[in-house]
Nanobody, 116 residues
């Protein structure tokens, strides 16, 4: 079984920065894919960013150029550096990890609030 533990959310003013972290534990396998979804109040969950084990990345159009995803394969940890934050970035951020042979694992979610 895989556990994902997130940290780094909080309250920040518009234009500020936050860094989210998500560490996977409970297994000895490297994650093929890791990333972050986010869910704004009253909205569906959407993909924010993902990164493969080889370092290839993909971003939602709304965060491209402002967010940077990275990972430490040795620690099975993924990071999301968020800069130039906007009020519309407010929501709960969930990390995920695809680790063979397990089904997709999810973190518990961390709240990010951006005040205007």
């Amino acid at each position: 079984q895989v556990q994902l533990v997130e940290s780094g959310g909080g309250l920040v003013q518009a234009g500020g920065s936050l860094r989210l972290s998500c560490a996977a534990s409970g297994n000895n396998f490297s994650a093929r894919l890791m990333g972050w979804y986010r869910q704004a109040p009253g909205e569906q969950r959407e993909l924010a960013a993902l990164i493969t084990s080889g370092g290839n990345t993909n971003y939602a159009v709304s965060v491209k150029g402002r967010f940077t995803i990275s990972r430490d394969n040795a620690k099975n940890t993924v990071y999301l550096q968020m800069s130039s934050l906007k009020p519309e970035d407010t929501g709960v951020y969930y990390c995920f990890a695809d680790i063979t042979p397990y089904p997709r694992s999810w973190g518990q979610g961390t709240q990010v609030t951006v005040s205007s």
